[in-house]
């Protein structure tokens, strides 16, 4: 079963990278959520895909988690054409409440790829490996 989250960008934080040029939305397909409890906390681990394009922003919530610790990104095999493309985090206060990753997105040869210039419709699909707590 896949749960597809569609956010109202409008409920979060205005706070972000918007120096980075994505203004988009990212769609989530959030495949699997593992809890594991550890003391008094608990941690989770997401995994899914994400369509985003580079200079985007995703946000904890997102990917139903209220901390985002560590963000693993795989992107899909080379194209037909020869491309293929990296993609590259920083997460943004770290093991704060809500906190966000921006996302870099480079082609083979180490050229960014900018909101608009990746392949389609200018996005990605990105599978995702989350860490963070409830």
Do not use: C
């Not at 979060?12 to 594991?36: D, K, M, Q």
């Amino acid at each position: 079963m896949v749960q597809v989250v569609i956010t109202d960008r409008s409920v979060l934080p205005t706070a972000g990278p918007s120096v980075l040029g994505g203004t988009g939305t990212p769609l989530v397909h959030v495949h699997f959520i593992e809890r594991n409890v550890f003391g008094n906390g608990i941690g989770v681990r997401v995994y899914g895909e994400i369509k985003m394009a580079a200079g985007e922003f995703v946000w904890a919530r997102e990917l139903k988690l209220n901390t985002l610790e560590v963000l693993l990104l795989t992107s899909e095999p080379p194209r037909p054409d020869g491309h293929g493309y990296i993609a590259n985090k920083h997460i943004w206060h770290k093991g704060e409440y809500d906190n966000y990753a921006s996302i870099m997105i480079y082609n083979d040869a180490g050229t960014w790829e900018g909101p608009g210039t990746a392949p389609q419709d200018g996005s990605l699909w990105l599978d995702f490996e989350a860490l963070g707590d409830m």
